[in-house]
């Protein structure tokens, strides 16, 4: 289920911002994480590790929220929550280069752990304007 995007805060989606990723950590705390992010008119895509903490709390406990904030216009908010949808294997790190280019780090260089790489996809089921 997809939620309908605020047409005033759309922008905050198609933009090369980095969101605060919040999921619950398994033993019960709140987990914050700033990430890249890629809108594609239905879900969140994130690029990720197997092994870090994130990856293992959205297994755990795949409900999250996601805040936007417009650089431009601290007051422009935009809270995404929903849940882990599923993970793609992204080996060769093809996804993660395709967050360079968006985010302006064309070319640059694949990391150490490509070979754990994941792509999450989150569901979006609601959409709050801040």
């Not at 997809?2 to 987990?31: K, M």
């Amino acid at each position: 289920m997809t939620a309908q995007v605020p047409a005033e805060l759309a922008d905050l989606l198609r933009r090369p911002i980095v969101g605060v990723l919040g999921t619950v950590a398994p033993h019960g705390a709140p987990d914050l994480s700033p990430m890249r992010f890629k809108w594609d008119g239905a879900h969140l895509r994130m690029s990720h590790t197997i092994p870090r903490r994130k990856f293992t709390s959205l297994q755990a406990n795949p409900n999250y929220s996601f805040l936007i904030t417009d650089p431009d216009a601290p007051s422009r908010c935009l809270e995404t929550r929903g849940w882990l949808v599923t993970v793609l294997g992204d080996e060769k790190g093809e996804f993660y280069q395709e967050l360079n280019e968006l985010y302006g780090d064309a070319g640059g260089e694949l990391p150490d752990d490509v070979y754990d790489r994941v792509v999450l996809i989150l569901d979006v089921t609601r959409f709050l304007v801040k």
